[in-house]
């Protein structure tokens, strides 16, 4: 349920109301806007008559939400949300994700494999333009057999790379015992294998930092904007939702980009929508025109994989770019971004 309260209401007015509601067993949201405050009632509100607000003079409406997601949804806080990636530290330059004016890009190895690499791919895709440095730790593949990442090594080169660099770091976190590894990891992911993992979601909505919530392989878009409720209800609002490709009945390609899925997300919810052309189609040369086609629908940044040597990479290999094709890829992205007065 969302209780409008009317313009010119006082702080003290908003305090007393939120503490009669909580009265009631119900959590409470409260986004302040310019004009306007809005109050999101958690918890059970289906003994609750919105009419009944209205005998208070501060209420200027109150309705019921149909969406299962509350604090994910637009009708809690009308207002976009920008999150600050690598925010307070120094020598690091904090990254917004969710500012309409810029499209942060972050790049870097599926994998974190060893210094060189990691390094000179943290030089290389500074030197293009991105604004976070990616890299996997932590693996999950589909094969035991497979490179698994050099786990808590991999974040310390990640961290090595963020101080010669100055760039914020995002790596995947696939389990709870890892987590004592993340406290200075930038953006956590959260990978499409995890997004319904629901104990999980919650330790990270209690660890406080950014997060970067993918798409699960067949999941659905509420299912997806119901995941980032798990992270929102426990603390944490600074979530990033990602659209990387999910599963259907063709396989000429990795996974079908949903791209449909940026102007849906930015009608129903406030969170900031990346979009990953790597996994999407999992082939280097689509790559480019993914990455191209999603700023031009109005994605909130990209995630896309660039490694030194990708022919000799250690996993995924065949969707990563070198260098030069993301610098070259870069300098077309800033034109098509110009067109809505945006930059990469």
Not at 197 to 212: A, I, M, R, S, T
Not at 288 to 312: F, M, S, T, Y
């Amino acid at each position: 349920m969302i209780i409008v309260l009317k313009k010119g209401t006082s702080k003290p007015q908003i305090d007393n109301f939120v503490s009669e509601v909580k009265e009631k067993g119900l959590g409470v949201h409260v986004s302040e806007g310019k004009e306007i405050t809005i109050v999101g009632l958690l918890g059970d509100t289906s003994k609750l008559d919105p009419k009944d607000f209205l005998a208070n003079e501060i209420v200027e409406s109150a309705e019921r939400v149909s969406a299962p997601y509350k604090m994910a949804s637009r009708s809690f806080h009308p207002a976009d949300t920008v999150v600050m990636v690598g925010e307070g530290q120094s020598g690091v330059t904090p990254c917004p994700v969710g500012d309409k004016k810029i499209i942060p890009l972050i790049a870097g190895p599926c994998s974190v494999e060893n210094e060189e690499q990691i390094m000179d791919a943290a030089r290389a895709v500074k030197k293009a333009g991105a604004r976070i440095l990616r890299g996997g730790a932590y693996k999950p593949r589909t094969s035991p057999y497979s490179f698994q990442g050099l786990g808590k090594e991999g974040i310390d080169l990640l961290l090595k790379a963020k101080k010669e660099t100055g760039l914020p770091i995002c790596t995947e976190l696939m389990a709870i015992s890892e987590m004592k590894y993340f406290e200075d990891v930038d953006l956590i992911q959260i990978g499409a294998r995890n997004f319904q993992n629901f104990d999980l979601l919650k330790e990270v909505g209690k660890f406080g930092k950014p997060v970067l919530l993918k798409r699960g392989l067949s999941g659905t878009i509420s299912e997806l904007l119901m995941s980032a409720e798990y992270i929102m209800a426990n603390g944490n609002e600074n979530v990033i939702l990602c659209e990387r490709g999910i599963r259907t009945y063709d396989n000429y390609t990795r996974n079908c980009l949903d791209l449909s899925a940026v102007p849906y997300l930015h009608k129903v919810s406030h969170l900031p929508i990346v979009i990953d052309p790597s996994h999407a189609c999992g082939i280097r040369w689509m790559v480019g025109d993914l990455a191209k086609a999603a700023v031009a629908i109005g994605a909130d940044g990209l995630e896309i994989e660039v490694h030194c040597n990708p022919d000799k990479a250690l996993s995924d290999a065949s969707q990563q770019l070198t260098p030069s094709q993301f610098e070259e890829l870069m300098t077309k992205l800033n034109k098509i971004a110009a067109v809505e007065d945006r930059t990469m």
